[in-house]
């Protein structure tokens, strides 16, 4: 019997290279070995308003684009979060279990917190609907990067915590990760992860921009004082590039440096955005083919909810038992 995955992906901004190659490239490798299921996390997004329409088509969007990368909706489950009651009814079982300070130390919450005049109280929910995510599902590995842990180790945390007042009910998820990928930073910062969130227009390369629109932002992208390439002296945004570029082509290490020694960044600019281009022609091809028929991905989100609403209310009619709540 395969060991059950799951994780998710915020339909608000464009997936980019950066989401791909650190997450999304690893969820098709990973596809097949496992049983998956990919969450579009909506009940996430709307922690901070959303305008009702762009939302609602993002999220079909995100699912052509999870299928255009390589996704296979006939092994693995590409669920819209909100079709799924369970989530936000699990969720709420959890936060009354959850005490308060677990939820005031999380980094996320205190950053966000610190940034903000008023903060809403879905910001310091969140991480107990992200454990709802998990444990609905009895998860035994969560492929998530460095950022996410902290989130993780509090579901574990919740998990233990529920187990231990109401009886074994919750798969303890692993903290031991299938491989992730490239940790891309941003074009305009390298010393920042590459975000969705972020508002400057050459920082992250969309997964559906165009090539014009790649080459100009690779060409504009940060590099440092040097003329050109240098192994032992480069900044952050020449690793940043040269890293984009081997995880496009999969060059190895002295490939990359015997292609790259001594270029000058124009033409060492050249040659990551021609990789770039190459690498998602195929996927947004792929895209134009699945959004122009719309059903598709209708009938794709609806029979992967009914197939994993069987596992998603059987926890819940767990969890309510456990809790002494009425069942039928």
């Known amino acids: 019997m395969k060991a059950r995955v799951f994780s998710g ?44 329409e762009e939302l609602r088509q993002q999220i079909v969007e995100l699912a052509a684009v999870l299928i255009a990368i390589g996704l296979d909706p006939k092994h ?15 969720g709420w079982m959890l936060t009354c279990v959850t005490p308060l300070g677990w939820l005031e130390r999380m980094t996320q919450y205190k950053s966000k917190a610190q940034a903000q005049e008023a903060v809403g109280s879905g910001i310091l929910q969140y991480p107990v609907l992200m454990a709802a995510d998990i444990l609905l599902y009895q998860a035994a590995i969560v492929p998530v990067g460095d950022d996410q842990s902290q989130h993780l180790e509090l579901a574990r945390d919740i998990a233990q915590r529920f187990n231990s007042l ?16 490239a940790r891309v930073m941003g074009l305009d910062e390298p010393d920042k992860k590459m975000s969705k969130s972020a508002t400057g227009p050459n920082h992250a390369i969309s997964l559906l921009d ?4 790649i ?34 082509t999969e060059c190895s290490d ?30 947004q091809a792929r895209y134009r083919e699945i959004t122009a028929d719309p059903g598709y991905l209708d009938t794709v989100l609806r029979e992967s909810a009914a197939r994993v609403s069987v596992i998603a209310d059987d926890t819940v009619r767990k969890t309510k038992k456990a809790m002494g709540l009425y069942t039928k």
């Open 9 to 52: 992906i915020q339909p608000t901004g464009s997936p980019h290279i950066g989401n791909y190659l650190g997450a999304l490239k690893n969820w098709v490798k990973i596809q097949h070995d496992y049983e998956c299921i990919w969450g579009i996390v909506d009940l996430h997004a709307i922690t901070n308003y959303q305008k009702p």
């Open 76 to 90: 693995t489950s590409i669920v819209a979060q909100s079709m799924i009651p369970a989530h936000a009814e699990l």
């Open 166 to 181: 109401y009886g074994e009910t919750f798969t303890m998820p692993a903290t031991k990760l299938p491989s992730v990928g």
């Open 210 to 213: 165009d090539p014009k629109v």
């Open 215 to 248: 080459t100009r932002k690779i060409m504009r992208a940060t590099t440092d004082s040097n003329p050109a390439v240098d192994f032992e002296t480069m900044g952050a945004g020449v690793q940043n590039l040269l890293a984009i570029y081997q995880a496009f």
């Open 254 to 283: 002295d490939e990359v440096r015997n292609q790259f020694i001594g270029l000058r960044y124009g033409d060492m600019k050249k040659k990551v955005a021609e990789a770039v281009v190459a690498a998602l022609e195929p996927i």
